[in-house]
């Protein structure tokens, strides 16, 4: 049996269309329930729906065989599993933003509020600047505006959230969409079913 872990959410939801589309039906899964684990005994494959930022552990565990995480997710989590296909979908982009009027002043200490402390971190490592990390969980765009961060590292898909803040992008940091992840050694064992699944779905 090939157990699939899918992130509970827009893209999961994504994702599951290109499964759907490709003959990997799991009914009930897009319904208006509350159930998390979906069988196909035709198929002899189960799907479950976890929080997206869960998937890398159900996959580096072996409790999925393959499983759907964005790439924020991987860059965060760094889990021990392949990073087999982009599966195009959910493309956005992590960046740093700040007040439209901020003014960088390098020597001081940046105040950086994110719910990417890792991707952060090795993001001004790499710039050689000292941070202060405030790890959020969520509507991050607030933390300039009322003055507990000076910036924001987060996702950006269409800039609305930011515009709508009076915030801008001030850097880049990285391309991200969906990812298929493998175990490893489920991918040793099952690597032919599953490359099967990754071409039929990448279509
Ligand atoms: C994400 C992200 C931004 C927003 C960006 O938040 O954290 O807030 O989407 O999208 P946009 O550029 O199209 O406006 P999400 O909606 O996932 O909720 P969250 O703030 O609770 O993380």
Redesign the pocket.
Known sequence: MINIALPKGRLGEKVYKLFAAAGYEFPGMLDNNRRLVFENEKLNMRCFWVKPFDVPVYVERGTADIGAAGKDILLERSPDVYELADLKAGFCRMAVAAKNDFIDEPEKILRVAT?FPNIAQNYYFSLGREIDIITLR????LAPVLGLSDVIV?????????RENNLSVINFIADLSARLIANKSAYKFKGEEINKIISEISK
């Open positions: 719910e969520g509507s991050l765009e987060d996702i950006v898909e269409t800039g609305t959230t930011l």
